[in-house]
């Protein structure tokens, strides 16, 4: 059982930049993908960045250019950079992981919210 651990979630104005951390149990140099998902409410959860094992990474277009997913292998530890917020980028942020177990890995999110 491989645990997600998010923090570095809150309340940041329009234009504002924040990072988000997660800190997993497994080994993220085992990973097949990993990497963070978001759903804001009333909506369908979204990718935002994820990176594969080969190092591919593939961000969501709203947020590309704005938003930089990276890991610390040392510390087990993805991060997502947000620069440029805006409003829509309101939403619970979650992490995700896949170690090749069958089924994904998920952390229990943290909340952004971006004030316009």
């Known amino acids: 059982q491989v645990q997600l651990v998010e923090s570095g979630g809150g309340l940041v104005q329009a234009g504002g930049s924040l990072s988000l951390s997660c800190t997993t149990s497994?080994?993220?140099?085992?990973?097949?993908?990993m990497g963070w998902y978001r759903q804001a409410p009333g909506k369908q959860r979204e990718s935002v960045a994820i990176l594969s094992s080969g190092g591919s990474i593939n961000y969501g277009d709203s947020v590309k250019g704005r938003f930089t997913i990276a890991t610390d292998n040392t510390k087990n530890t993805m991060y997502l950079r947000m620069n440029s917020l805006k409003h829509e980028d309101t939403a619970v942020y979650y992490c995700?992981?896949?170690w090749g177990h069958g089924h994904a890995y998920w952390g229990q999110g943290t909340q952004v919210t971006v004030s316009s």
């Open positions: 995700v992981g896949d």
């Open positions: 497994g080994r993220i140099t085992s990973i097949d993908a």
